[in-house]
């Protein structure tokens, strides 16, 4: 396990500082911060203010995935399915969450809404090419495998 300090700056003196809810939680948790809570209407979206602003080191990115109790118990997941914080992003974190269910929602100020993993990538350098190298998949893909 890897673990770095990030600098994390509070846009909103209520804000909460993203914690991990458990010793090995890949995910530490981000809170909500607004004046007034916030109803997400049946089947809308808000982007809820986390009042924070993160500086993620070069070569890694911040993923917002939604939490699993929130979305399966009240279907309140991210909009985008999984938001991506640029190590060059320094506005605030927002998180666009979606009302899947049938009934409003409302949110809480200090309410957890989504968690951030923090993880590594490479970046490609593409190469226009006229051939591939040839591969027993080939081009099947969408289901291509295990058909009787
Ligand atoms: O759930 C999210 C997703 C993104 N962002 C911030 C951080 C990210 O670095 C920036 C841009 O996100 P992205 O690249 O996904 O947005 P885009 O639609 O491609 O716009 P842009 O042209 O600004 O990159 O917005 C969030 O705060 N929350």
């Known amino acids: 396990m890897t673990t770095f ?6 846009l909103n003196e209520n804000a909460t500082i993203p914690s991990y809810g458990s010793e090995f939680a890949a995910g530490a948790d981000l809170y909500a911060c ?7 209407v049946a089947g809308e979206t808000q982007f809820i203010h986390t009042g924070l602003a993160i500086e993620i080191p070069a070569g890694y990115a911040g993923l917002v995935y939604a939490r699993s109790g ?6 309140l ?7 991506v914080i640029d190590a060059d992003y320094r506005g605030e974190i927002m998180v666009a969450l979606h009302n899947h269910s049938n009934v409003d929602q409302t949110i809480e100020s200090g ?38």
Not at 77 to 83: E, I
């Open 5 to 10: 300090d990030i600098n994390i700056k509070k």
């Open 34 to 40: 607004m004046e007034e809570p916030v109803t997400i």
């Open 70 to 75: 929130l979305a399966c118990k009240r279907g």
């Open 77 to 83: 997941a991210p909009a985008n399915k999984v938001g």
């Open 111 to 148: 309410e957890r809404i989504a968690q951030l993993v923090i993880t590594p990538y490479i970046t490609g350098c593409f190469h226009t090419v006229d051939e591939l190298s040839d591969t027993v998949r080939g081009e099947g893909g969408f289901g291509s495998t295990g058909r009787k």
